[in-house]
């Protein structure tokens, strides 16, 4: 697989959209590139928001947004991972991804579609990205940084407009 | 009256006489601790009466993995006790302390602020506030709600987060 600019990839949203076939594909491709198991590819596909897609139409990048509990906040969050293949990790294909999953869940948060959530949350894995990416707030996402995991991982949060604390 | 108060930064012996002065006239902020380095911030009218301190002392709260910030107590009088006064009070402390912040690992990277139920009354359901970048970051042992605003270019202590 040749490394691709951004320009030439595309951003689909799949947000609670994703049926079989499409389940298969992302599950195809976690394990084409040892993310994950085939079995929990099937799961945790439904919970995909974005795939890129390159011009040939193969899949690069991958994210997910699911509702769990964030137990330090005492709140539900719409929890962010993503997953981009290695060809493609040199672009800010994730930070694109973060930005459009970000922008979707505010705007349904703030038209009233979906306000089961006041924000997105983000446990950063990555180690050397902890490293490099280090600001208290990032510059470009506003992630901000609201404390690390008992191992250490940063988490992050951001907040839709508006958004209240839940009773 | 809320409208009517300036804060202006103290210091040194200054600071820590104008917060004793006020905690022993407050009942109420009886928790305020002026530390060696701490930051004093007085609200003061316009006829120079103190209607409220708030203390910033540097801290490394182990939930930021040891990323300096200062800490934040605030003690409001009666007559501006309000969740928006609160708000107001340690926003201008923020922009305050912003200013003045060396930007580098070994100096606070923003202003840290568990909130006593005697300054911030029920309605604080914001996220994020509309006066500084305080953003809720669950509460602490003791049920008190933490917000935390950092500095902008400010960064996570180097190889511990």
């Given at each position: 697989?040749?490394?691709?600019?951004?320009?030439?990839?595309?951003?689909?949203?799949?947000?609670?959209?994703?049926?079989?076939?499409?389940?298969?594909?992302?599950?195809?491709?976690?394990?084409e590139h040892g993310a994950l198991a085939s079995e929990e590819?099937?799961?945790?596909?439904?919970?995909?928001?974005?795939?890129?897609?390159?011009?040939?139409?193969?899949?690069?990048?991958?994210?997910?947004?699911?509702?769990?509990?964030?137990?330090?906040?005492?709140?539900?969050?719409?929890?962010?991972?993503?997953?981009?293949?290695?060809?493609?990790?040199?672009?800010?294909?994730?930070?694109?991804?973060?930005?459009?999953?970000?922008?979707?869940?505010?705007?349904?948060?703030?038209?009233?579609?979906?306000?089961?959530?006041?924000?997105?949350?983000?446990?950063?894995?990555?180690?050397?990205?902890?490293?490099?990416?280090?600001?208290c707030i990032w510059p470009t996402t506003r992630l901000v940084?609201?404390?690390?995991?008992?191992?250490?991982?940063?988490?992050?949060?951001?907040?839709?407009?508006?958004?209240?604390?839940?009773? | 009256?809320?409208?009517?108060?300036?804060?202006?930064?103290?210091?040194?012996?200054?600071?820590?006489?104008?917060?004793?002065?006020?905690?022993?006239?407050?009942?109420?902020?009886?928790?305020?601790?002026?530390?060696?380095?701490?930051?004093?911030?007085?609200?003061?009218?316009?006829?120079?009466?103190?209607?409220?301190?708030?203390?910033?002392?540097?801290?490394?709260?182990?939930?930021?993995?040891?990323?300096?910030?200062?800490?934040?107590?605030?003690?409001?009088?009666?007559?501006?006790?309000?969740?928006?006064?609160?708000?107001?009070?340690?926003?201008?402390?923020?922009?305050?302390?912003?200013?003045?912040?060396?930007?580098?690992?070994?100096?606070?990277?923003?202003?840290?602020?568990?909130?006593?139920?005697?300054?911030?009354?029920?309605?604080?359901?914001?996220?994020?506030?509309?006066?500084?970048?305080?953003?809720?970051?669950?509460?602490?042992?003791?049920?008190?709600?933490?917000?935390?605003?950092?500095?902008?270019?400010?960064?996570?202590?180097?190889?511990?987060?």
């Amino acid at each position: 697989m040749s490394a691709e600019s951004d320009a030439t990839l595309t951003l689909v949203e799949v947000f609670e959209r994703v049926d079989e076939a499409l389940g298969r594909e992302i599950a195809a491709f976690w394990v084409e590139h040892g993310a994950l198991a085939s079995e929990e590819g099937l799961v945790r596909a439904r919970q995909v928001a974005f795939v890129a897609r390159r011009a040939d139409g193969r899949i690069a990048a991958v994210c997910t947004a699911y509702l769990d509990d964030v137990p330090a906040l005492g709140m539900r969050l719409f929890h962010f991972r993503t997953f981009v293949a290695a060809a493609h990790r040199r672009t800010d294909l994730a930070r694109s991804m973060i930005h459009a999953t970000f922008e979707l869940l505010e705007r349904r948060y703030v038209s009233g579609v979906d306000r089961r959530s006041p924000g997105m949350f983000l446990v950063l894995e990555n180690r050397d990205v902890q490293q490099t990416r280090d600001e208290c707030i990032w510059p470009t996402t506003r992630l901000v940084y609201v404390g690390s995991t008992a191992d250490g991982r940063p988490c992050r949060v951001r907040y839709f407009r508006g958004a209240t604390i839940p009773a | 009256m809320d409208e009517d108060y300036d804060i202006v930064a103290l210091h040194d012996a200054a600071a820590a006489a104008e917060a004793g002065r006020f905690v022993t006239t407050d009942p109420k902020s009886s928790a305020l601790r002026v530390a060696p380095g701490s930051t004093v911030h007085a609200l003061r009218t316009k006829d120079g009466a103190t209607v409220g301190v708030g203390v910033a002392t540097i801290a490394r709260p182990p939930r930021f993995a040891g990323t300096p910030v200062y800490r934040y107590a605030l003690a409001l009088g009666p007559s501006v006790r309000s969740a928006a006064a609160a708000r107001r009070a340690v926003a201008r402390a923020f922009r305050d302390l912003a200013e003045r912040a060396p930007r580098d690992a070994a100096h606070p990277a923003g202003v840290f602020f568990p909130i006593d139920p005697e300054v911030l009354v029920a309605d604080d359901r914001a996220c994020v506030w509309d006066e500084a970048p305080f953003v809720y970051a669950g509460k602490d042992p003791d049920g008190r709600p933490l917000r935390i605003a950092w500095f902008e270019g400010a960064r996570i202590a180097r190889g511990i987060a």
